[in-house]
């Protein structure tokens, strides 16, 4: 019913930036917060950044001042501009969305594929 597709990763050398796009489809009536997530292979899966419907965003300490999501709720699409990327930044990358959907009563998260991003010399 809802569909959630990244974009935008790909190989970067220490110092580099990269930006992450997600696209939300389907039977969307509103959409809460979206959210990035990664994961490392043999690592749990962490939330890198939150954004609110209302652009009010939460990060954690590790990508605090390197990371910054943005949203176009016109769109149903989130961002996330990475800069000053490290090699501990190597994950794959998931969107999350909240999403109120047509035809169903409450929230409901959403996650996309994922997308690698890469960071090494």
């Known amino acids: 019913q809802v569909q959630l597709v990244e974009s935008g990763g790909g190989l970067v050398q220490p110092g580099g930036s990269l930006r992450l796009s997600c696209v939300a489809s389907g039977n969307i009536v509103i959409i809460n917060d979206m959210a990035w997530y990664r994961q490392a292979p043999g690592k749990q899966r962490d939330m890198v950044a939150v954004?609110?419907?209302?652009?009010?965003?939460n990060y954690p300490e590790s990508v605090k001042g390197r990371f910054t999501a943005s949203r176009d709720n016109s769109k149903n699409t989130v961002y996330l501009q990475m800069n000053s990327l490290k090699p501990e930044d190597t994950a794959v990358y998931y969107c999350?969305?909240?999403?109120?959907?047509?035809?169903?009563?409450?929230?409901?998260?959403?996650w996309g594929q994922g997308t690698q991003v890469t960071v090494s010399s």
């Open positions: 954004i609110g419907s209302g652009g009010n965003t």
């Open positions: 999350k969305a909240r999403v109120w959907v047509l035809g169903r009563t409450g929230w409901y998260d959403y």
